[in-house]
């Protein structure tokens, strides 16, 4: 097992947003990231990938950010791999929905770019103990 | 009096008024007619029973003259009266007559010379009567008379005396036959017409004589005095003017209904009188108690029309107590069961439907502000995001006037942000759906984390920060919401404070409890404006030379998320705003 975080997963259907997100997580962060524009994308490169960690945008066309979550999870390699959600919802029930289905964490919309990189890090050191 | 300002009571006041309204008029209307009734039948009573008494008396002394009649034929042969001898056997051992006229009978000459009598008075026989009125009169017409009640000559008694002439075959006068009545013994009137007579109020005037004659308890039989003279006795000078009923008002103030029947062979004048608050006393004493018993049936009505009222009321009151509680607690929204009377159990259902339409629009609310908000989240994330990696140079540096303008950009961006928050919040807070993740924590950590993360903002507006904590206390808070808190509180007083002056936040013990202030050196908050402070949209018009920047919103979820965790906000200004939240602190054992 690898002790720093290195590849990270970005499942983002918003370009401008997925756009920032990168530069936080590959400028500032210093992370290598594969970018993916919906749940399917993500499944087809999870494999491809290897990613160390999954960030995964909960509201997303076609299949959501749950059911990918659900999906990767059957694929039966990534039961180590901790899976961040990205949500601009902030209803207490809808969070708690989330956490319910074994995320590592979520990541409130809108984020701050500068310290995304810190965050994640974060998350990733939790997963590890 | 509180009474009457409810529907229950004024129900109940207007039955027990109009009730015995009703009642009065009844029983007002009803008595005069029973009296008006009352009136005339004893006045017809009366007529009927003086009638009877003079009839009665008429009788008597019709029998009298009969009986002397008969004994009349038995003192003449035809042609002369019967010798002495056979004269004084006719005259005595009569026990009829003797019971009949009882004071004297006496025999007469055709001149009126007394020549016989059945009781021996001394000096009686001998003496002429001829001069007496009454025996003018028989030997003038030679008929049958009798006397107007007189002072006997010889006895000095009150006396009635009956002539019968005794006549020859050829109708000439041979004698006179008389018998006495003593009035004050023996009557005309039975012993028991006496008694009836005092009973029933009866009297009998003499009108030409003027003799006052009435029943007299104390002696036996009639006592005979002078009429009283005109004036004195107001009913004594009706019976004499000959007005035969009605009613009379006497010297002492009470009214007499009277009635008066005449005996024309004496002239006398029998009269009735009886007091009229006599007469109605009955009519009086049932009066009194049929308005006893209507009163106690009023009462009674109003009682129940008093609980009746009450009792439809009772669903109402509970309908005003629950919207009153409905108004404090917006949560409340169970629809009210529908009961009582018609008109109650419609305004419930309205109120139901109102409800209903209140937590539909609530609802709708909440899913409007959470979608609107989520949908400006997304570009606020791309736009914040970017304009963020912009301003901390790592796209590269930018010429100075381009830095200016994306720093302008990031800090209007992150206000629209901090906007939204607070609308989410507030909703949530509205909704009852902010959750609170309450444990025992330090509140140093708390309040630096706060004034670091502003001093980028206090660096912009010249202000300085700085943080005093007396003692690290421990509250039992959610960490994040109390941040939220100082977080407001802060970039107020940074907004408000002017250029080069300070922001202090300090935290100390207040007693049981943990004070944390944050205090400027600005103008403070305009007096009228205090009270508001801490309600939702409320915004102090200040002056032009710094924008206020927020919704309206930020003091009044500060106060809501504090009293959430048992604390309590407030302000006050001293040199400058204090805006100040306690919490209890956590004692140590």
């Known amino acids: ?129 | 009096m509180l009474l009457i300002h409810s529907l229950r009571g004024r129900l109940a006041l207007v039955i027990l008024m109009s009730s015995l309204l009703t009642l009065t008029t009844v029983l007002l209307l009803a008595y005069q007619s029973l009296v008006r009734d009352l009136e005339a039948e004893l006045s017809r009573q009366q007529a009927f029973e003086t009638r009877q008494l003079s009839n009665q008396i008429e009788a008597e002394l019709t029998l009298r003259l009969f009986a002397l009649e008969n004994l009349a034929r038995e003192l003449s042969d035809g042609y002369r009266l019967v010798d002495p001898q056979n004269m004084e056997r006719a005259l005595t051992n009569r026990s009829r007559l003797e019971a009949l006229f009882s004071s004297a009978i006496i025999v007469l000459d055709s001149e009126a010379n007394a020549i016989a009598e059945n009781i021996h008075v001394p000096g009686r026989l001998g003496t002429n009567y001829a001069d007496r009125p009454h025996f003018r009169r028989l030997l003038r017409s030679n008929a049958p008379v009798i006397s107007q009640p007189i002072i006997g000559r010889a006895t000095g008694l009150p006396l009635i005396s009956f002539l019968h002439p005794i006549l020859g075959n050829e109708g000439q006068l041979l004698g006179i036959v008389g018998g006495t009545v003593d009035l004050s013994e023996t009557s005309v009137i039975s012993a028991a017409s006496l008694e009836t007579m005092e009973r029933l109020g009866l009297q009998i005037l003499d009108a030409d004589n003027f003799y006052y004659v009435q029943g007299n308890p104390d002696q036996q039989g009639l006592s005979i005095t002078e009429l009283p003279d005109p004036g004195l006795n107001p009913l004594i000078d009706r019976a004499l003017q000959g007005i035969s009923t009605g009613t009379v008002t006497m010297p002492d103030g009470s009214r007499q209904l009277y009635a008066t029947a005449v005996i024309p062979t004496l002239n006398w004048i029998i009269l009735k009188a009886n007091p009229v608050t006599e007469i109605l006393a009955p009519a009086r004493a049932s009066f009194q108690r049929f308005l006893a018993l209507s009163i106690g049936i009023c009462l009674v009505l109003a009682s129940f029309g008093y609980w009746a009222v009450r009792h439809s009321m009772t669903p109402l009151s509970r309908l005003t107590r629950r919207i009153q509680k409905m108004a404090r607690d917006p949560e409340l929204s169970e629809p009210l069961p529908v009961s009582g009377i018609e008109e109650i159990r419609d305004l419930t259902l309205a109120f139901n439907s109102l409800t209903d339409e209140r937590n539909r629009l609530s609802r709708l609310k909440e899913e409007f502000v959470s979608t609107v908000s989520h949908e400006l989240r997304t570009p606020l994330t791309a736009l914040n995001g970017a304009l963020g990696l912009l301003n901390s140079g790592v796209a590269g540096e930018m010429p100075d006037k381009v830095q200016e303008l994306v720093k302008l950009s990031h800090r209007n961006a992150e206000r629209l942000q901090t906007l939204i928050q607070d609308l989410l919040d507030f909703n949530k807070l509205q909704a009852g759906r902010m959750e609170f993740n309450i444990q025992r924590c330090e509140v140093e950590p708390i309040l630096q984390a706060s004034v670091e993360r502003n001093r980028m903002m206090a660096q912009h507006y010249q202000v300085r920060l700085g943080l005093t904590i007396d003692e690290n206390i421990e509250v039992e808070v959610d960490a994040g919401r109390l941040q939220q808190i100082v977080d407001n509180y802060l970039t107020n007083a940074i907004k408000h404070a002017p250029a080069r002056s300070r922001v202090t936040v300090s935290a100390r013990r207040d007693g049981p409890n943990l004070l944390i202030t944050v205090s400027d050196q600005g103008e403070g908050v305009p007096e009228h404006f205090v009270s508001e402070l801490f309600t939702r949209f409320s915004q102090a018009e200040v002056g032009t030379t710094r924008a206020i920047k927020g919704t309206g919103l930020g003091l009044a979820i500060c106060k809501e998320i504090a009293e959430h965790m048992a604390g309590q906000v407030g302000y006050h200004n001293e040199n400058g705003a204090h805006f100040w939240v306690q919490f209890p602190a956590v004692m140590d054992q």
Request: hydrophobic share 40%; proline share 4%; net charge negative.
């Open chain 1, 1 to 129: 097992m690898t002790t720093t975080l290195t590849r990270i997963l970005y499942v983002e259907d918003d370009a401008d947003i997925q756009a920032v997100g990168e530069l936080a997580l590959a400028h500032v962060g210093g992370f290598t990231v594969e970018l993916c524009s919906s749940g399917q994308e993500a499944l087809d490169k999870v494999a491809d990938f290897q990613p160390e960690l999954i960030l995964l945008d909960v509201m997303m066309p076609g299949i959501d950010g749950i059911e990918t979550y659900q999906a990767l999870k059957e694929l039966g390699h990534l039961e180590n791999t901790p899976v961040v959600f990205m949500t601009a919802k902030v209803q207490e029930e809808d969070l708690a929905r989330y956490r319910q289905l074994g995320i590592a964490d979520i990541i409130s919309k809108p984020f701050d770019p500068m310290s995304l990189s810190d965050r994640i890090r974060n998350i990733w050191q939790q997963c590890q103990h």
